[in-house]
């Protein structure tokens, strides 16, 4: 083991971006799931001050339409 990997702060897991506030987070909340017509969907997060003033959406496997 080098100092270096005794005095490095560890690399951040989970880490995404407020669409409240715009600030990168380190505990991030789902708020909201946007399904795309190509290609996967996209996650919306918030920070754990800012969720519950988002307005929830929809999230993965919610808004399944029934085959006709």
Not at 17 to 27: D, G, I, Q, S
Not at 31 to 36: A, F, K, Q, Y
Not at 55 to 58: F, L, Q
């Given at each position: 083991m080098?100092?270096?990997g005794l005095t490095t702060p560890?690399?951040?897991g989970n880490v995404a971006?407020?669409?409240?506030?715009?600030?990168?987070?380190?505990?991030p909340v789902a708020?909201?799931?946007?399904?795309?017509t190509s290609g996967p969907g996209t996650t919306?997060?918030?920070c754990p001050e800012h969720a519950a003033s988002v307005?929830?959406?929809?999230m993965p496997g919610e808004l399944v339409w029934p085959r006709q």
């Open positions: 080098t100092i270096d560890p690399p951040l971006v407020c669409v409240k506030c715009h600030c990168l987070t380190a505990t708020v909201r799931h946007i399904e795309s919306l997060w918030a307005a929830p959406g929809p």
